[in-house]
């Protein structure tokens, strides 16, 4: 699943390639989503009119056009999002493609289909924050331990999961979960009512860290992960726990452990994260 380096790279991709481009036609494979694909929503506020910026909050990429609205779209599994010319053949799972008026076409691609496509009014994007369920960006300059601290409380529940719950970080999927704490020096079930605010501060710092590089990095390309220009990221080539299970710590040498977590995979040093 794209995490929030991923989807923070597509945006910086897309960028350059949609930005004041007008959408002059809409197509579909009439095949649903996790959502229905919201046609008539389409027609009515995206074609016609020019990108004018493209945002993200959390796993989330926002595009905000000349008229006020905004449109909403997930990845979900292995949902792509990449910018191709209109003559190039199209690939078998694109189920949504917009054509700009320069002749170029963003495609929405996805295998499993769990991804979503939204589209906000002027008005219903002006009556509240559609994200407002959602934990402070990670990457954020305001980002502290002292907020995670505060939203921790004195609770049992383990860190990983903490770290996975969007309505207390946004973003922070499971690769990038394992390695931050794994840089904390902190055991994933460790209760977050037990975590100091020092260690808070470690962990908010080290989170900013992980999910920079890997977005320096081009992402991390796990199965098949790659940006708006098709290419693949490479940060997966420094992950020190992730789906590395019974090899040798790069930093102590122990072998790295696996359990499951809230049905998640989980990944840790048992030495270096005692």
Not at 42 to 48: A, C, D, M, R, S
Request: charged share 20%.
């Amino acid at each position: 699943m794209p995490e929030l380096p991923e989807v923070e790279v597509i945006r910086q991709g897309l960028i350059v390639h949609v930005l004041e481009k007008e959408i002059t036609a809409i197509s579909s494979s009439g095949k649903k989503l996790r959502l229905p694909v919201p046609r008539s929503e389409l027609f009515k506020w995206v074609k016609w009119r020019n990108i004018v910026s493209v945002d993200r909050r959390g796993k989330y990429l926002l595009f905000s056009f000349d008229n006020h609205a905004v449109m909403i779209v997930h990845l979900g599994m292995t949902g792509k999002l990449g910018v191709f010319p209109a003559a190039a053949p199209p690939a078998l799972h694109d189920h949504l493609v917009f054509t700009f008026n320069d002749g170029t076409q963003m495609r929405y691609n996805d295998i499993r289909r769990f991804g979503f496509v939204r589209v906000l009014s002027p008005a219903e994007f002006a009556a509240g924050d559609p994200f407002a369920s959602l934990g402070p960006e990670p990457l954020d300059e305001k980002f502290t331990g002292a907020i995670l601290k505060k939203k921790a409380g004195r609770r049992l529940q383990p860190v990983k999961n903490f770290l996975l719950d969007s309505r207390m970080v946004a973003g922070i999927g499971n690769i990038y979960a394992n390695e931050i704490l794994f840089y904390a020096g902190l055991h994933p079930a460790t209760p977050i009512g037990s975590i100091s605010l020092a260690q808070w501060e470690v962990i908010a710092a080290k989170s900013q860290e992980v999910l920079w590089r890997a977005i320096e990095s081009g992402g991390s390309t796990i199965s098949d992960f790659v940006n708006s220009s098709g290419q693949k990221g490479y940060f997966q080539l420094e992950l020190m726990v992730y789906g590395r299970s019974g090899e040798s710590c790069k930093q102590c040498f122990e072998k790295i452990a696996k359990i499951v977590m809230a049905g998640r995979s989980t990944f840790f040093c048992p030495k270096c994260q005692s």
